[in-house]
């Protein structure tokens, strides 16, 4: 299975409500980065966290990392119908491979 | 601002046609990726190449080929193309800095073999 595993698989909320995504993965990792893609495009990049973070944050984004639990969480506060999209975390080993999750599939609604 | 290009954004082919998928990155990255995505399993990496003629199998290189002439074009093969290779496939190339990969992505091309 993959590396990544996020949670929900889907989320539907309201605009202004914020949203939590969840990633677990299996293995020690160097840093681990959420990406975002809209529907039928490429994926882009929205933050990374290292592996002797705890928290971070940028702009209405927050992601927090708990390695004991192999864990992280991305918020995003006030969400607005642009966030509309699929999220995925990507972890990376010692080894050359970035590794992604299924994503999460957040919907907003106006 | 990073670009990564693909040739096209949708694709029909037939059945054992070859197919040719292009990839042009314009910041001078080493590392290039091809993925397909499929609804419910995420991104999956095909081949990589960290270098010019250079290229690794990934994950699911069955059934393609790749080529790196130059370091900013990294083509996707399908040599004979098949029903179960209907996907879209995204094209990335990717900065190392740091102790940092951050890939970047294309738009990707959505591609129906008949």
């Known amino acids: 299975s993959q590396q990544g595993e996020e949670d929900p698989q889907a989320l539907s909320i309201q605009e202004g409500e914020n949203a939590t995504m969840n990633c677990s993965y299996k293995?020690?990792?160097?840093?681990l980065q959420w990406y975002r893609q809209n529907s039928g495009r490429g994926l882009v990049h929205l933050i990374l966290?290292?592996?002797?973070?705890r928290e971070k944050h940028s702009g209405r984004l927050r992601v927090t990392l708990d390695t004991s639990k192999k864990s992280s969480s991305l918020l995003i506060t006030a969400s607005r119908a642009a966030d509309t999209a699929s999220y995925f975390c990507?972890?990376?080993?010692?080894?050359?491979?970035?590794?992604f999750g299924a994503g999460t599939r957040l919907f907003v609604k106006a | 601002d990073v670009k990564v290009t693909q040739s096209s954004r949708y694709l029909v082919k037939r059945t054992g046609e070859k197919v040719f998928l292009e990839c042009v990155q314009d910041?001078?990255?080493?590392?290039m990726f091809w993925y397909r995505q499929d609804p419910g399993l995420g991104l999956r990496l095909i081949y990589f190449s960290y270098d010019v003629k250079m290229k690794e199998k990934g994950d699911i290189p069955e059934g393609y080929s790749v080529s790196r002439e130059k370091k900013e074009r990294f083509s996707l093969i399908l040599e004979s193309a098949s029903t179960n290779q209907t996907s879209m496939y995204l094209c990335a190339s990717s900065l190392f800095s740091s102790g940092v990969e951050t890939q970047y992505f294309g738009p990707g091309t959505r591609l129906l073999v008949l």
């Open positions: 293995t020690s990792i160097n840093n």
């Open positions: 910041m001078d990255h080493e590392n």
């Open positions: 990507a972890t990376r080993t010692g080894g050359f491979k970035t590794i």
């Open positions: 966290i290292r592996s002797n973070e």
